[in-house]
Nanobody
Framework: QVRLQESGPGLVKPSQTLSLICTVS??????????WSWIRQPPGKGLELMGT???????YYNPSLKSRTSISRDTSKNQFTLQLSSVTPEDTAVYYC????????????????????WGQGTQVTVSS
């Protein structure tokens, strides 16, 4: 059973960088041709794909967020990370790490059926 767990600070000040880690257990992030993504949901809004890193380390970003987003991985810890710079209150959201069997079909829109495992989500609030 694959399990994903997000971790990171729940409160970030405006203009700072949001950093989250997704720890994966029950499967390796470097095998099986899987794609590992970050998704967020602001309050009262829909799901938004932030970016994806695949089993080989290739990275795909939401074009709308690309200038502020960095996704990386630590294969020794079986983790992948998200950094979002210059945050504003509009970046307040629940952030999820997820796994999918293929590259997401849309660069921005989340199609839930394209993902087979989800973390529980972590609330990040941007406020001074």
């Amino acid at each position: 059973q694959v399990r994903l767990q997000e971790s990171g600070p729940g409160l970030v000040k405006p203009s700072q960088t949001l950093s989250l880690i997704c720890t994966v257990s029950g499967g390796s992030i470097t095998t099986g041709s899987y794609y590992w993504s970050w998704i967020r949901q602001p309050p009262g809004k829909g799901l938004e794909l932030m970016g994806t890193i695949d089993y080989s380390g290739s990275i795909y970003y939401n074009p709308s967020l690309k200038s502020r987003t960095s996704i990386s991985r630590d294969t020794s810890k079986n983790q992948f990370t998200l950094q979002l710079s210059s945050v504003t209150p509009e970046d307040t959201a629940v952030y999820y790490c997820v796994r999918g069997p293929g590259l997401p079909s849309q660069p921005r829109v989340v199609v839930p059926a394209e993902y087979d495992y989800w973390g529980q989500g972590t609330q990040v609030t941007v406020s001074s």
